[in-house]
């Protein structure tokens, strides 16, 4: 009937789900994420993000393969490797200290990620030391470079940063490289010339880059064919003491806020890369069949998990302390995880784990940080919400009932405790639950909990409270149009998914809650806006993309451009579809016919479509665009 109520047919049934339990399972990911948070909330903001990739090239590597062979031949060799690199790293990390002038670390997570078709890279935090933080600019530049070293002392930094640390090159020098995209950077380089490292206002870290004119280093590289100086606006950050020793791609950024943690967490809570692939009966609301037959792992991936090798790790441990109401509780009892046996005296004591307390010498206090799991605001548990809300509030309860007891009497419900105590007065609370949210919620996620908020909870002044939180949710449509400032058709665009889920309950925007009402936005020329960034294609690198391309086709895919071509030109409105094996060419092909219909100042939108068809128990898959 939930599914039902929530106008989601397809979701009607038995759930079942993979719990976090499941090592690298999308609920495991999350509560990894959360621990994450709880180090970052109770430690502050981490201070350096390091990116280590395995390098097919090591020499350990070479070494191991047999003549004729290539590291991709045998994946095993880079992921018990990179293994022992990646120990190696965290050894040098924390105990050799050579990051932060030799200071200490208090905290760190690191967390493992796989290429689709090759090699495993790890993401690691860390939380410095406070005499150690990179807060001055002459610590920055000591643990961050993002320059060309001088050739003459340095030669084999030189030749690593050169061959292994240029980006690119794009922009005008190349602009059919991956990274571009409507004739800019996706990753924004070129990055501009700096004299030295400034700090700005807002904590944000803006590094020395020394223009050729200024001293800076220059290196020639062939880009097409053509020799070109590559200055320092192209080289990813790092560090040179890292970069000697390990001889790998390893970026070090300097961390200015703790968003940095919630959208690196983001690619990994989102999700392997799956295929709609099944036979039988469909497996839609089975978390477990769709994590055994429909996720896509790598060779590299494959083997790090029959190693059972960790992909996550992290310090300072986290506990989770499980909410739940009255006789509702788990009862899970191991005496050997928090009691020995002492045969002396034949009997069970408490383990001894971390420090003495010096008020007294028979308790032990461990560095382990506590966490409260993340409870939605829904009609199916709301009184589970409110006994959450009452433990942050209400200090050393003894029990249930004294949770419920408020100056000497005791309520019937844990929300009448919280109206008592003025928890849910105003919209404090309600601001509360969504600063919570934004701290471990992505994009829509957010926006679904602002819109359960609106809708059962009623905020006293809903627009002021859309004018608190708009800038957190709409930040996802701000990180995909690689813009700094909220802008009207960012927030529309916000404000149409918050409608979306509004129009299952029957309510409206700005009839019941007066906030803005959605439009159609157009750009400065009057046309919407995704005309208007259709129109602003190169048409002559388009034509000589084509003109390139062309010849590379087959007799077949010839074919199929000239006939989309002519019924372009007719004006027939035809409908076709492309139908092929994987590799035969067919992104190849749509690429060339979108750049021959635009390289005409022609409006062309790319969609794909995903197509099931099903006879008896065999499915087929189909891709058509």
């Known amino acids: ?144 470079s993002v320059e060309i070293p001088d050739r003459d002392p340095n030669p084999k930094l030189y030749e690593l940063i050169t061959t292994q640390n240029i980006h690119g090159p794009c922009g005008n020098v190349n602009p059919k490289s991956p990274c571009m995209d409507r004739n800019k950077c996706t990753k924004n380089f070129l990055k501009s010339f700096r004299q030295s490292t400034k700090v700005t206002e807002n904590s944000y870290r803006l590094y020395m880059h020394r223009g050729p004119d200024s001293g800076g280093k220059t290196h020639i590289k062939k880009v097409n064919g053509n020799d070109l100086a590559v200055d320092n606006s192209f ?196 601001d509360a639950a969504m600063e919570e949210a934004t701290a471990i919620r992505f994009g829509p996620q957010l926006r679904l909990a602002f819109a359960i908020i609106l809708i059962y909870c009623r905020p006293a002044d809903p627009l002021a409270f859309w004018e608190k939180h708009k800038l957190e949710l709409c930040r996802d449509f701000m990180l995909r149009d690689k813009i700094g400032d909220l802008t009207n058709y960012v927030g529309n665009e916000a404000l149409s998914h918050l409608q979306e889920i509004l129009d299952n309950e029957g309510l409206d925007l700005n009839r019941d809650f007066k906030l803005p009402q959605t439009e159609v936005f157009t750009s400065t020329d009057g046309l919407p806006k995704t005309v208007h960034d259709e129109s602003q294609h190169n048409c002559e690198i388009l034509e000589q993309q084509v003109q390139q391309g062309h010849p590379k086709l087959t007799e077949e895919q010839t074919n199929v451009l000239d006939a989309i071509l002519k019924s372009v030109e007719a004006q027939k409105g035809q409908l076709f579809a492309l139908h ?10 749509i690429n060339l016919i979108l750049a021959a219909i635009r390289s005409k100042k022609k409006i062309t939108i790319a969609r794909a479509l995903s197509l099931w068809n099903c006879s008896d128990s065999v499915g087929s898959w189909k891709n058509s665009t």
């Open 235 to 430: 080289v990813v950050p790092y560090n040179p003491t890292l970069y000697l020793r390990f001889q790998a791609h390893i970026n070090v950024e300097i961390v200015h806020s703790v968003q940095a943690v919630k959208y690196l967490y983001k690619y990994i809570t989102k999700g392997q890369d799956q295929v709609l692939l099944g036979f039988g009966e469909d497996t839609e609301n089975d978390e477990i069949n769709r994590y055994v037959n429909a996720r896509y792992i790598s060779a590299s991936e494959a083997l790090w998990r029959l190693y059972g090798f960790e992909i996550h790790r992290k310090h300072a441990p986290v506990e989770k302390l499980p909410c739940h109401l009255p006789d509702q509780q788990t009862v899970l009892f191991e005496p050997e995880q928090y009691f020995t046996w002492n045969q002396k005296e034949h009997k069970w004591q408490r383990s001894k784990r971390g420090a003495k307390n010096p008020d007294d010498p028979d308790e032990f206090r461990a560095d382990t940080i506590g966490r409260i799991p993340t409870i939605s605001l829904n009609p199916r548990q709301a009184e589970l919400y409110y006994l959450r809300m009452l433990l942050h509030h209400k200090p050393r309860p003894t029990s249930f009932t004294d949770f419920k007891t408020i100056e000497g009497t005791t309520y019937d419900s844990f929300q009448e405790c919280c109206h008592k105590l003025g928890l849910l007065d105003g919209d404090t609370e309600k």
């Open 580 to 589: 092929a094996s994987g590799g035969t060419g067919k992104m190849h092909t």
């Open 1 to 144: 009937m939930d599914a039902v109520h929530a106008g989601d047919q397809n979701d009607v049934g038995v759930k079942i789900i993979l719990p976090s339990t499941i090592y690298g399972s999308l609920r495991f990911y999350s509560e990894a994420f959360q621990d994450a948070m709880a180090i970052f909330r109770h430690l502050g903001k981490p201070d350096i993000c390091i990116t280590f990739t395995c390098n097919p090239k090591w020499l350990e590597t070479i070494a191991a393969l047999n003549p004729g062979e290539q590291a991709c031949d045998r994946p095993y060799l880079s992921s018990r490797i990179f293994k022992l690199k990646f120990d190696t790293l965290m050894d040098d990390l924390l105990k050799l200290k050579i990051l932060g002038g030799g200071g200490g670390m208090k905290a760190h997570t690191a967390t493992m990620q796989f290429q689709k078709r090759g090699l495993p890279y790890v993401h690691i935090l860390l939380i410095m030391d406070a005499e150690c933080k990179p807060k001055t600019t002459e610590m920055i530049d000591n643990s961050v």
